[in-house]
């Protein structure tokens, strides 16, 4: 049967170390140059209902260094939902490719596409989760650390998909993970429900006491740019600065999924700062990537 990665809850723990030891396998031959076109003669749609920079370059890089191909399709392309439906959009593209990949408002638009796909469909993003993102992520975090066992996450700031998949990953995988966001932007009740080892405090300092890690994103995400004016003052408080970082441990990694809005979420002096590590995690953005696409190849 085919895999899809819609969400983080779509892997098992085992599944996700098999990930990370894939991601460390091909950065190894990217870094080495040493040829890996596993995926010679694939090809990879990517549907954008929004726009991206990392995802975009990163997923359609990774298909070439693999040795396949991927098509660009933007928002105003295909017009999924109202040129045509999402479900004829996903049984056409099953008849001429081996994989999708899609960035969408909706999540119940990727779940659709992914029903209907007789290919793995993988989630860019969608208003629920960011699951490649945290795949990366998490990668990251065990290269700086060597281990995920006893690492405290803060995450300080919205709720959002980027925290949804967080959660979700650290009840897979039993991560102490402490979140603090503004009274009624906590990430959804149904990801908690379930999640002994995640906290949610509605005070910055109260996560990101002894942190390991404190991690950021944006406060208002794609799709919510109208509200931007009003989170701005919702979330003031919410941000890494010096202050906050003098209260994560010593050696504490700063993290953002990026865009970065300096000054806003995150002080400029931060993440362009010693603690930082926010583009070695774009970097893997391409080696995790490339693991997704082989692994759910090689499972379906
Ligand atoms: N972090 C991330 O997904 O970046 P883009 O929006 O640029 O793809
Ligand atoms: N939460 C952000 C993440 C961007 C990569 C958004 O959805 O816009």
Partial sequence: MKRDFTSILDLTKKEIFELFELSRNIKHSYKNRIEHRILRGNTLAMIFEKPSLRTRITFE?????????????????????????????????????????????????????????????????????????????????????GS??????????????????????????????????????????????SARTVQVYNAPEKAARYADVLYTDVWASMGQESESAQRKKVFSKFQI?????????????????????????????????AHSIVFDQAENRLHTQKAIMIWLLQKS
């Fill in 61 to 145: 890089a990774g298909m070439t260094q693999l040795g396949g191909h991927a098509i660009y399709l933007a928002p105003q392309d295909i017009q999924m939902g109202k040129r045509e439906s999402i479900a004829d959009v996903a049984k056409n593209i099953s008849r001429w490719v081996d994989l999708i990949m899609a960035r969408v408002f909706a999540h119940k638009t990727v779940k659709e596409l992914a029903k209907n796909a007789t290919i793995p469909v993988i989630n860019g993003l969608s208003d629920l989760e960011h699951p490649c993102q945290i795949i990366c992520d998490l990668f990251t975090i065990l290269e700086h650390k």
């Fill in 148 to 193: 995920l066992k006893n690492m405290t996450i803060a995450y300080i700031g919205d709720g959002n998909n980027v925290c949804n998949s967080f959660v979700a990953a650290a009840s897979l995988l039993s991560l102490s993970l402490k979140i603090a966001t503004p009274k009624g932007y906590e990430p959804r009740k149904e990801y908690l429900k």
């Fill in 241 to 273: 600065n010096k202050k906050l970082l003098a209260l994560a441990k010593k050696d504490a990694l700063v993290m953002h999924c990026l865009p970065a809005h300096r000054g806003e979420e995150i002080a400029a002096d931060i993440i362009d700062g």
